[in-house]
């Protein structure tokens, strides 16, 4: 077909790669074994030359290397056929045999076709000669001219990375994080200077392009198309990474899973079916060993499109035909069926498959997930009894068990414990370490430590073996939910199954300890680390000043410094952060500083935020100013202090400079921290207009900030009387929130608890916003709403509207309790009405001595007091 040539000829035209050129990859492979140290600066390097760059410049070059390209409307293709193997097609017809169609489709289908053609023809290419022209290639010099490269001794580089490769190659932190440091150094590059540079760049860097910089690319683009609303962007996006996957294929360089996902990917998600077509054709015929995996995005491409009919021919497919026959084919059908949750077709597929043949664990633990979200446990159950007879391994059962009970929607962790242990018990079989770690860590997730914590009792009474990562988790765990207390029991499972902690452990439990408020505790930690061959650690000791410094006892804080000298334990950056900040004189600023300079410690950010506070605590705020004219400040970092500076500022009652440190931020393109917003709007109150904090809320936009920024913003307006501005805010947090209505229920409670703090009391916004809340939000006040509004009736001796007020209870569905009627009782004796008082009175219980005492200091409140003034004015006529 005319079409499948089209793509055929961008893929495959390309020559193979030559001897030279594979000698050339493992020339590539060597460099990619450079050191960490090497690696490190070149990085460095890099990023200190990307943040000199200005990227305006870049622009007349860019628009010259990306092609133009408007994604036209297309009409809807007919679907594909389900992928197979040639030697044994499905029913219908396969990837590659397109079906036949009316005119009009064919139309549409060549006219994609030629679309894809010229995202990867039209234009040059980033290495052909047209694209390395005269005007280009000066373009480009001006740009990438880095003339510390030129007087580099390659050879003298290359002796240097060999020397040190063994070094690197026995880290294994290095290892572990170097993809990550690879992405995030590529996603920067890619900000500042845009994908078409990146290839070039990474020549003149002294290292030869690979397949990682061509994913990585790559990737970038697709990532920038999908966030595009904008077709002509989108599309201009696509053809940079088609182009560039073009020439991957001309370098020689296999193209696997990772290249070709990222494009399959966006075709699903943006429903393109019939450019998912094309390139499926072009990486079978590039690596028929694809196909199977290939069949994985085709079924995500139907059930993405709802083409309920090529999904059950496929199944159809599958049921029918010889099952050990394609089912690598089969098994991929089946995982994409899994993870969109495609209950019936599982249930036709699962009954013909034979599942103890699937390929990896990975693969079964993505259908038991499936299963537990299905609730499909008689399944799990055949499945688990298949297993045990073909001797699966009892480690592996036992992680399937674990998915599955995790997996099954709301239910509780305690619920999730009892089914994992109920499915062991059916299988006669015991829970294996590693999966009752995932129980522990599950838990942990959660933040049910309890649930946790009795699991690691139950390991350690069957002798089984707990990693010390897992512990970590438990006690970072009961650090988030405030369960400090704890730690003693940890301590204690550590002590008597002589576990072996390492250092980190040891900070964690002395950071609970010191949270307790337990300082005598934390020291004797710091004592038991000897038993463990441990020794003291700078964290440790950081962690026992925090809590000094957080309830402002300074001379506790200096006491660890001392402590900390006596063990010859150097302060680091944390320390110094901590000191800097407490500190209540320029002169002990000073000091700390100058010491922090003499140790040759780095400064980093921490250092210059606690110098800006420090100024601002005592006083200095010009100081604080001066803190960002410091030029070793890393550029990358400067809006980040700037924020810390327009907190600080707020918070001393200058609001005035925050709101211009702020504007200077904005003005130069850089994000203020929602910490920093939070604090303009807390303290902004009644300096600002409505506009000035609608503008600072609409900064926020993690959900998390924006909630809480709402809820100050819908205080603001309560204590300044601005209802309307309220109300519109409670609508869009009650359509962000949608129906939490616990949540809902605690604002409104915060809202009409500051109505009966407010002096003087002003009833009427109160009871016009209860109305509100009623006719325009459709919600019920909550009790706790009712109560804070008869508080304020009793603080403005109001009757009529205590009576108003009282009838809302019963209007809501809340019967009357002891302390809704103490109130009422309290509200009739401050308005005068003592005959009502005292039928209210008979009828709360006086059992609790509580109840009793709050009577009496009510009845000496407004009834002895009103006699006194009673007799006073007799005796004065």
Known sequence: MPKLKVLHSLFLSAPKRTTSATASTTATKTTATATKSSTSRTDETLTQYLSSIDSSSLSSFLSSSISKHSKQSLKPPPPPPPLSNSKKPPPSSTLHNLPDSDSDSEDASSYVA????????????????????????????????????????????????????????????????????????????????????????????GRETGAKEYNAVMKLSIERATASKDKDSASKQISVALELFKLMKEEGFHQDEETYSPFLMYFIDMGMVEEFEIFCEAIEDNDPKSLARLGYYEMLLYVGVNNEVKIQEICSYIANGNANENFDLRENYLLALCERDRKNELLQLLEVIDITQVSSLDHMVNIFNSLGRLSLESLAKKFLLAFKECEYGAENISTLIFHYASSIPNLVVDNVILKFKSMHLMLEMSPSSKSYEKLIRYSCDLLKVHAALEIVNEMCKDSLTLSIDTLNSLLRACDESFEFNLVQGIYSLISFHNMTPNTETFRSMISLRVKMKDYHGAYEMLDDLEKYGLIPTTSMYNAIMAGYFREKNVSGGLTVLKKMELANINPDTQTYSFLITNCNSEDQISKYFKELESSRIPKVKQIYMALVNAYANCGQFEKAKQVLSDKEIPSKDVNEIKSVLVAALASHGQMSDALLVYEEIKEGGGTVEPKSVISLIEYCQSECEPSTLLKLLGELKEPDYWVDGCCRVI??????????????????????????????????????SLIAEIEPTDLQIGLDLLQAIKDELCVLPSRKSLDFLLSACVKAKDLHNSNLIWKEYEAAGYPYNVTSYLRMYQALLASGDHKSAKLMLAKISKDDPHVRRVIQACQKTYIQSCSKKGRKKKKDS
């Open 715 to 752: 205080l603001c307006f309560i204590r300044y009387n601005n209802l309307s501005s309220a109300v519109n805010l409670l609508k869009q947090l009650k359509d962000r929130i949608k129906n939490d209505e616990l949540t809902m229920q605690v604002i409104f409670d915060e809202v009409f």
């Open 114 to 205: 030629k679309h894809i053609s010229s995202l990867l023809q039209d234009g040059d290419s980033v290495t052909s000669p047209s694209f390395q022209g005269n005007n280009s290639k000066n373009s480009l010099e001006s740009v990438l001219s880095i003339p510390w490269c030129q007087q580099v001794s390659h050879q003298n580089v290359t002796q240097q990375r060999k020397d040190l490769s063994r070094t690197r190659k026995k880290t294994y932190v290095f290892k572990s994080t170097q993809k990550i440091r690879f992405n995030k150094l590529f996603k920067r590059m890619d900000q500042k200077l845009g994908p078409d540079v990146i290839i070039d760049l990474c020549n003149r860097l």
